[in-house]
């Protein structure tokens, strides 16, 4: 069995840039969650696709945007990068949404934007 | 963004010595839930709990979720060197959406 795996490992941008994020999902899972970490604090929730549509989304603003494909593999994309958008970014996958389902995390991307 | 009470922030202990976390919401969950996350890695599920006042163990960790559905702690006993890392509650909404605490640093002497 395959865990939750995510590439890049690390990037770094600049302000401005754009910047796709990939993972892929834990074999037999079919929900991915997508979080922000930054130095020092807990994960914080992005959004989440079920069956490739976004199913629940933080308070993160439109130029956070994702994707999910029918393999369940998902993308995250951010837009016009600031510079506090630096973080840790968690993919976790999950099968059905029921107690028991939990979410397994891969080891993130860490991004740097100068 | 919205985050859980989490305490305390860090622990320095002796190996063999028993710790004691707890995480506090003002929302109640329905699913409690405890994490572990190392240097360069994504969390690891420790232990999941389900109903109110359930007592659950893993090994030398056990963890309670609270009468309330507002509160949950860890307990850790037996402390070894390995148990170092930071260690996160998390309660799961309906949607499935966890909402994270901020951590607490577990730093153990040999």
């Known amino acids: 069995e395959t865990g939750v795996t995510q590439s890049p490992t690390h990037l770094i941008k600049t302000r401005g840039q754009q910047v796709t994020l990939r993972c892929s999902s834990q074999?037999?899972?079919?929900?991915v969650s997508w979080y922000q970490q930054a130095l020092g604090q807990g994960p914080q929730f992005i959004f989440q696709?079920?069956?490739?549509?976004?199913?629940g989304r933080g308070n993160f603003p439109p130029r956070f945007s994702g994707l999910q494909f029918p393999n369940y593999s998902s993308e995250l994309n951010v837009n016009a990068l600031e510079l506090d958008d630096s973080a840790l970014y968690l993919c976790?996958?999950?099968?059905?949404?029921?107690?028991?389902?939990?979410?397994?995390f891969g080891p993130g991307t860490r991004l740097t934007v100068l | 963004g919205q985050q859980l009470n989490q305490s305390p922030q860090s622990m320095f202990i002796q190996e063999g010595e028993d710790v004691s976390m707890n995480c506090t919401s003002s929302?109640?969950?329905?699913?409690w839930l405890w994490y572990k996350q190392d240097p360069g890695e994504g969390p690891v599920l420790l232990i999941a709990?389900?109903?109110?006042?359930e007592l659950t163990s893993n090994g030398r960790l056990t963890a309670q979720f609270g009468i309330t559905r507002k509160d949950s702690f860890l307990n850790i006993s037996a402390s070894i060197p390995s148990d170092v890392g930071i260690y996160f509650c998390?309660?799961?909404?309906?949607?499935?959406?966890?909402?994270f605490g901020q951590g607490t640093t577990l730093q153990v002497k040999p």
């Open positions: 976790a996958s999950s099968g059905q949404l029921e107690a028991g389902n939990e979410q397994f």
């Open positions: 074999s037999g899972h079919n929900t």
């Open positions: 696709y079920y069956r490739e549509e976004e199913n």
């Open positions: 929302s109640i969950f329905n699913t």
């Open positions: 709990l389900y109903k109110a006042g």
């Open positions: 998390a309660g799961r909404s309906n949607t499935g959406k966890l909402i």
